[in-house]
Each structure stands twice: as structure tokens, then as C-alpha cells.
């Protein structure tokens, strides 16, 4: 059953390009509304952990690198059935296959430098969301 809840990271790419705000005015025109948010940057350790579950992809270390490169933001979103209409508005992790208006096909650089983070599930979206904040940081 869909949850009307989903979690989001602007990475370090799209940060440092100065493209959070439109990022964040996209979400919004989409009818997400912002129920906690943050700008942090992640240590090599947190990536680590926050991906943990690619642990034993050959991708995995370069990944904590680029996720600790730079700063973040850290985002729960909250929309009737938030993962699925999210996944939608950021597009393909490849920015090449992203259709045109997506976040990604936007601002993405690369299938690496892809601009945001979004969860694939709503379990994935409660972890993800309560890996960056607590209750007392979240509206609603």
C-alpha cells in the first residue's frame, strides 16, 4: 500500500551548481509538500552507512567519495502517493534516458552526478527519512 511520504537528497553535484532553489520550486509545483529539511554534508562513514545496502556493488565506494564531496539536502516530502509520483518527476538515474522537464534531464550531469536522490519504496522512504531526521524535526 502506498504511504504519502518519501525522502530525498539533492546531492553534492546539484548543490554546488546553485540549483537547490529550483530543485526545491520543482517539488513544490509538483504538489510535494516540505515536511523537514536540511543542508548537511555527509562524512565518508555516514554515506557508508546511508548506502550500506549497496555494500558489495562495485560502485559502492565511489559513491561514499561523491556523496561526501560536498554538501546535501536532506528532505522528507509528503504527497498522496509520494515514491511513485516522485520517482516520476526526477526521472531515470541516467539523465540520458530522463524524459524532458525531469529533475534529472534538468540539472543531472551524469548517471553519477544525477542530481537528486529519491526512495524506490515506501519502506525505503521511512529508513531514508528517519537516517536524517527525528520526530521533533518533522512537521505533521
Given amino acids: 500500500m502506498a504511504t504519502n511520504r518519501t525522502f530525498t537528497m539533492i546531492k553534492p553535484d546539484a548543490f554546488g551548481a546553485g540549483n537547490s532553489g529550483a530543485i526545491l520550486k520543482m517539488i513544490e509545483e509538483a504538489g510535494f509538500k516540505i515536511i523537514a529539511l536540511k543542508a548537511t554534508q555527509l562524512s565518508a562513514e555516514l554515506a557508508g552507512q546511508f548506502y550500506a545496502v549497496h555494500k558489495e556493488r562495485p560502485f559502492y565506494a565511489d559513491l561514499c567519495a561523491y556523496m561526501s564531496s560536498g554538501p546535501i539536502i536532506a528532505a522528507i516530502l509528503e504527497k498522496e502517493n509520494a515514491v511513485a509520483d516522485f520517482r516520476t518527476l526526477i526521472g531515470a538515474t541516467n539523465p540520458a534516458d530522463a524524459a524532458e522537464g525531469t529533475i534529472r534531464k534538468l540539472f543531472a ?4 552526478a544525477n542530481a537528486v536522490h529519491g526512495s524506490d519504496s515506501d519502506e525505503n522512504a ?5 537516517f536524517f531526521f527525528s520526530s521533533f524535526e518533522r512537521i505533521g
Avoid at 550531469?109 to 553519477?112: L, P, R, W
Wanted: net charge negative; aromatic share 0%.
Fill in 109 to 112: 550531469t551524469s548517471i553519477e
Fill in 126 to 130: 521511512q529508513i531514508e527519512g528517519s
